[in-house]
Protein backbone atom coordinates (compact mmCIF):
# COMPACT_ATOMS: atom_id res chain seq x y z
CA UNK A 1 0.00 0.00 0.00
CA UNK A 2 2.76 2.32 0.99
CA UNK A 3 4.21 1.93 -2.57
CA UNK A 4 1.34 2.19 -4.18
CA UNK A 5 0.78 5.90 -2.62
CA UNK A 6 4.35 6.54 -3.35
CA UNK A 7 3.90 5.87 -7.13
CA UNK A 8 1.21 7.95 -7.14
CA UNK A 9 3.02 11.07 -5.82
CA UNK A 10 5.95 10.31 -7.97
CA UNK A 11 3.76 10.27 -10.91
CA UNK A 12 1.70 13.41 -9.53
CA UNK A 13 1.53 16.40 -12.15
CA UNK A 14 2.67 18.29 -9.32
CA UNK A 15 5.18 15.45 -7.98
CA UNK A 16 8.59 15.43 -7.57
CA UNK A 17 9.53 15.27 -11.20
CA UNK A 18 8.37 18.51 -12.42
CA UNK A 19 8.71 22.25 -10.99
CA UNK A 20 5.11 22.70 -9.51
CA UNK A 21 6.77 20.50 -6.87
CA UNK A 22 9.92 22.07 -6.51
CA UNK A 23 9.26 25.65 -6.61
CA UNK A 24 6.95 25.97 -3.70
CA UNK A 25 9.16 23.55 -1.80
CA UNK A 26 12.06 25.65 -1.92
CA UNK A 27 9.32 28.63 -1.14
CA UNK A 28 9.20 27.25 2.04
CA UNK A 29 12.46 28.90 2.78
CA UNK A 30 11.42 32.31 3.12
CA UNK A 31 8.46 31.25 5.78
CA UNK A 32 10.81 29.63 7.69
CA UNK A 33 13.17 32.90 7.74
CA UNK A 34 10.18 34.99 8.40
CA UNK A 35 9.73 32.66 11.51
CA UNK A 36 13.30 33.47 12.21
CA UNK A 37 12.78 36.77 12.39
CA UNK A 38 10.19 36.38 14.85
CA UNK A 39 13.04 37.08 17.61
CA UNK A 40 14.42 40.43 15.48
CA UNK A 41 13.11 43.53 17.45
CA UNK A 42 10.06 44.80 15.97
CA UNK A 43 11.59 47.80 14.69
CA UNK A 44 13.91 45.88 12.73
CA UNK A 45 11.09 44.73 10.33
CA UNK A 46 10.40 46.45 7.16
CA UNK A 47 6.83 47.21 6.32
CA UNK A 48 7.50 47.12 2.30
CA UNK A 49 8.84 43.26 2.43
CA UNK A 50 6.33 42.27 5.10
CA UNK A 51 3.38 43.59 3.19
CA UNK A 52 4.69 41.62 -0.25
CA UNK A 53 4.90 38.65 1.87
CA UNK A 54 1.58 38.23 3.57
CA UNK A 55 0.22 39.62 -0.21
CA UNK A 56 2.13 37.06 -2.73
CA UNK A 57 0.98 34.42 0.10
CA UNK A 58 -2.86 35.73 0.05
CA UNK A 59 -2.82 36.02 -3.65
CA UNK A 60 -1.08 32.35 -4.70
CA UNK A 61 -3.04 30.85 -1.54
CA UNK A 62 -6.02 31.76 -3.63
CA UNK A 63 -4.51 30.54 -7.31
CA UNK A 64 -3.23 27.60 -6.43
CA UNK A 65 -6.94 26.41 -5.42
CA UNK A 66 -7.84 27.14 -8.94
CA UNK A 67 -5.38 25.67 -11.19
CA UNK A 68 -5.27 21.80 -12.97
CA UNK A 69 -3.86 20.00 -11.03
CA UNK A 70 -4.44 21.32 -7.22
CA UNK A 71 -0.87 21.93 -5.89
CA UNK A 72 -1.40 21.80 -2.14
CA UNK A 73 2.25 22.58 -1.60
CA UNK A 74 1.54 25.57 -3.13
CA UNK A 75 -1.25 26.33 -1.24
CA UNK A 76 0.23 24.97 2.26
CA UNK A 77 3.55 27.60 1.96
CA UNK A 78 1.21 30.64 0.78
CA UNK A 79 -0.86 30.12 4.06
CA UNK A 80 2.46 29.91 6.29
CA UNK A 81 3.62 33.01 4.25
CA UNK A 82 0.28 35.09 4.86
CA UNK A 83 -0.24 34.27 8.11
CA UNK A 84 3.50 35.15 9.27
CA UNK A 85 3.30 38.51 6.79
CA UNK A 86 0.69 39.05 8.85
CA UNK A 87 1.94 38.23 12.50
CA UNK A 88 4.96 40.48 11.52
CA UNK A 89 2.79 43.23 10.39
CA UNK A 90 0.82 43.23 13.24
CA UNK A 91 4.12 43.34 15.59
CA UNK A 92 5.62 46.35 13.29
CA UNK A 93 2.16 48.23 13.70
CA UNK A 94 1.35 47.51 18.14
CA UNK A 95 5.54 48.60 18.25
CA UNK A 96 5.20 51.50 15.85
CA UNK A 97 1.68 52.71 16.91
CA UNK A 98 1.45 51.61 20.60
CA UNK A 99 4.89 53.15 21.64
CA UNK A 100 3.99 56.56 19.81
CA UNK A 101 0.98 57.06 21.78
CA UNK A 102 2.80 55.94 24.97
CA UNK A 103 5.23 58.56 24.28
CA UNK A 104 3.07 61.35 23.38
CA UNK A 105 0.94 60.99 26.80
CA UNK A 106 3.95 61.05 28.51
Known amino acids: M???KLQALW??????????FWAPTFKWGISI?????????PEKLSYPQQIAVT???LIWSRYSTVITPK????????VAMAGTGIYQLSRKLRHDYSSEAAVSKE
Open 2 to 4: ATS
Open 11 to 20: NHPAGPKTIH
Open 33 to 41: ANIADFAKP
Open 55 to 57: ATG
Open 71 to 78: NWNLFSVN
